[in-house]
């Protein structure tokens, strides 16, 4: 029981060893700081599972209607609009706009929570979604643009801009009345 454990010094260690126990201190240190730091807590987040099944969502549309394809079709034009007067400000170079804009993806994605819910798992997630999509690709300009125009990661804005076209149509497509989405065909027919 009088054996000591060697310790390597931190000089002899080898350059992987030395990035994973930082990495491992910082995450250490991000769980510490998130424990103690106070916090608001949301409605939902004290046990999200028994939340969703003893309370109704809290979106405005929780299904397909005619008011939810108008809704979502006037959001989306929102985010479009957004999305190309940003690339004007972007392309006349007026970095002071940058914030302004900024605050409108954000505020344009919380009328979005609001609308169609927090989560892709609700009825009109999607519609959410493609805010958060179009929200992440401005905010990849943004970075590029103060980095001397190189993304951080290459392809980050085209990947965004992808993603929010995708969600975009999914959302036209879950809010919709007149698209079908019930069972498949096998069990309409009885088998």
């Given at each position: ?39 608001k ?6 046990s ?25 079709t ?25 914030n ?27 519609c ?16 590029a ?15 965004h ?31």
């Amino acid at each position: 029981m009088t054996e000591r454990k060697h310790c390597t010094p931190w000089k002899d260690r080898p350059a992987a060893e030395k990035i994973t126990l930082i990495i491992g201190w910082c995450v250490i240190a991000s769980l510490m700081v998130y424990g103690f730091l106070p916090n608001k807590p949301e409605p939902s987040a004290s046990s999200p599972g028994a939340a969703s099944e003893t309370q109704p969502p809290t979106a405005r549309y929780n299904g397909p209607s005619a008011q939810a394809l108008s809704s979502a079709t006037q959001y989306l034009l929102q985010l479009d609009s957004a999305m190309a007067e940003g690339m004007q400000i972007l392309k006349a170079g007026q970095l002071r706009e940058l914030n302004a804009r900024s605050q409108l993806f954000k505020s344009l994605l919380e009328g979005g929570y609001a609308q169609f819910g927090r989560s892709v798992f609700q009825p009109l997630g999607k519609c959410t979604s493609a805010a958060i999509f179009a929200n992440s690709w401005w905010q990849a300009h943004v970075t590029a643009i103060r980095q001397g125009g190189a993304e951080t990661i290459p392809g980050s804005i085209q990947s965004h801009l992808d993603e929010y076209k995708l969600n975009r149509a999914d959302c036209l497509q879950s809010a919709d009345p007149s698209v079908e989405t019930s069972a498949p065909e096998s069990t309409k027919h009885g088998g």
